[in-house]
């Protein structure tokens, strides 16, 4: 074991992973991560905490860790490299191990162009990928990057991000390749819509043997409406939504009922695709409906150690 | 080159308001050849700035001219009557040029007319594009003659993030994507594999993050004796 969290051992011992998204508020507030946490205990092995995501200033995503392993749930902190150098990101990596999170989700993370402080400087002294080299080697040797060597490095469990709906399509198993090099463990997925393209990039995964290098937990999200299915299609850069689930959501009498439908009938195809190891559900403003989509595909009652 | 802007008229006259003699100088290099402070600019700023005063009742003594290279201290030097002779100069050349006028005449009031931009290229007429950032430590041989530092949004090492969508960035539809274009390259030149190799983290020291750069050529300063010769000719 590298970091001995829930995940790792659900993982490690062959079993189909479940992990979820908990967006952390725009406030001080710790009370929606707390009612967040009761709500969810129990229906995902971890879950993540995002780091201000689409650039947007919220509570920090390790702080939110401490506050969800409070309620007796284990949480992934995702880093990402925009707001933080390397000083930053080693030292918030030694804090977070101190504080007992096990689980680090290694991303360059979103332009601050996207989000509510478009005016800030952005850092991106690393990529994600070096930041995955980084904290293997410090989790493994002990040896920070300036070459110091440290006493006592953090024992993390270390996941990255890919997207095989980015251009150049010809470049995304490669990169996950260097990524499984760098270090990563698991994979969490941009979310699948087009079912077909992303069996051509498991194919190509599998042809590499990445899938036993990696854990893939197969990104979803579950879609509430034809506008939002719409927006994904059109405005959302490295997104692909066939025409298809566009137009079944517009048909659907009820959309919120076939968006969970939809999201229950991708997570059986997904389960069925070879070195696919689990799903990832990003339930965006919408946390009420994981237990329900992972009850009904069939994903309960989660392992336990 | 450097490519620069030139400020907005409003914020120039703002600068301006509290002098009376005004000396404009623009620079025939860099600023020339991307359209913001070459003679026809300076000429241009001038006048607007006349008429600008004529409409609003100011008086001010307006002149305008220009020098070869604002940043060459030698070319300043011949214009250094008409420098001091103003209250303020307004300069029209990139913030080096600006610069060199102040440390020259550190008493005399100098003040940017342009907003200096980037290391770029003329794309085509009317066009600039940033190609370098100056970070001391060209790596362009690994990655099909693109720089990712400065044309990817996110100075990405290592290939493309998940926001490349038809070949194009995320922060800006109109720009292509600086990974995808490496890619294009690469495989145009047959060297496809380049794009499984890790590239660790950047030592940014070599940039402006290790404090400001001073660069010393020692073959070519000049000795004492020749330092002498050279200002007894001037």
């Not at chain 1, 001080?28 to 995002?50: C, I, Q, S, V, W």
């Not at chain 1, 650039?55 to 506050?67: F, G, K, N």
């Not at chain 1, 707001?83 to 979103?110: M, Y």
């Not at chain 2, 890790?198 to 020692?218: L, N, Q």
Request: hydrophobic share 40%; net charge positive; proline share 4%.
């Amino acid at each position: 074991m590298k970091a001995g969290s829930n995940l790792e051992k659900v993982l490690e011992s062959g079993k189909f992973a479940v992990t979820a998204e908990i967006g952390p508020p725009q406030s001080a507030n710790p009370e929606p991560l707390t009612h967040h946490a009761r709500m969810l205990k129990g229906y995902a092995d971890a879950f993540n905490l995002t780091d201000n995501q689409t650039a947007v200033v919220r509570l920090s995503s390790i702080a939110s860790a401490v506050i969800i392993m409070r309620e007796g749930i284990e949480p992934v902190i995702q880093m990402t490299c925009r707001d933080r150098n390397r000083i930053g990101l080693q030292s918030d990596l030694f804090g977070a191990a101190a504080l007992g999170v096990k689980n680090v989700l290694c991303l360059t993370g979103d332009h601050h162009i996207f989000g509510n402080e478009k005016a800030a400087k952005g850092v991106f002294d690393f990529d994600s990928i070096v930041e995955l080299k980084v904290f293997d080697d410090l989790r493994n040797s002990g040896k920070q990057l300036g070459g110091e060597q440290i006493k006592d490095p953090p024992k993390t469990y270390l996941g990255c991000a890919e997207n095989p709906f980015a251009t150049p399509y010809e470049w995304r198993a490669a990169r996950l390749a260097k990524k499984a090099a760098a270090g990563a463990d698991f994979c969490q997925t941009q979310a699948i819509f087009d079912m077909k393209m992303f069996e051509r990039w498991m194919d190509e995964i599998r042809g590499r043997g990445l899938d036993k290098k990696v854990h893939i937990l197969a990104g979803v999200i579950p879609v509430k409406s034809a506008g939002s299915a719409r927006y994904m299609k059109n405005k959302v850069p490295g997104m692909i939504v066939p025409k298809e689930i566009v137009d079944r959501m517009k048909n659907a009498k009820d959309a919120k009922e076939e968006g969970i439908r939809l999201c229950v009938e991708q997570i059986e195809t997904l389960k069925s695709i070879k070195g696919v190891h689990g799903v990832h559900i990003m339930a965006v403003a919408w946390e009420e409906m994981i237990p329900r989509i992972v009850k009904e595909a069939g994903l309960l009652p989660r392992p336990t150690f | 080159m450097i490519v620069a802007k030139r400020k907005p008229l409003g914020e120039i006259v703002e600068m301006l308001a509290p002098y009376q003699k005004i000396t404009v100088i623009g620079c025939r290099s860099c600023v020339a050849i991307c359209l913001a402070g070459g003679e026809k600019e300076v000429k241009m700023l001038v006048s607007a700035l006349k008429i600008k005063n004529r409409k609003e009742g100011r008086k001010q003594q307006i002149d305008g001219f220009v020098v070869e290279r604002q940043c060459e201290k030698e070319w300043v030097k011949e214009v250094e009557e008409r420098i001091l002779d103003s209250d303020v100069t307004l300069s029209m050349a990139c913030s080096l040029g600006a610069q060199t006028i102040g440390d020259m005449y550190p008493k005399h009031l100098t003040f940017p007319g342009l907003n200096t931009g980037m290391f770029g290229v003329p794309e085509e007429q009317g066009v600039w594009s940033e190609k370098c950032i100056g970070c001391g430590n060209c790596i362009i041989h690994t990655t099909g003659g693109i720089c990712p530092i400065a044309r990817c949004a996110k100075s990405m090492l290592n290939g493309p993030c998940g926001g490349s969508a038809n070949g194009k960035c995320e922060v800006n539809l109109e720009v292509d994507c600086a990974w995808v274009a490496i890619y294009d390259r690469l495989k145009l030149q047959n060297r496809l594999d380049l794009i499984e190799n890790f590239t660790p983290a950047k030592d940014w020291s070599t940039s402006h993050s290790g404090g400001r750069r001073i660069y010393v050529r020692e073959d070519a300063k000049l000795s004492q004796h020749q330092k002498k010769g050279k200002e007894a000719v001037q």
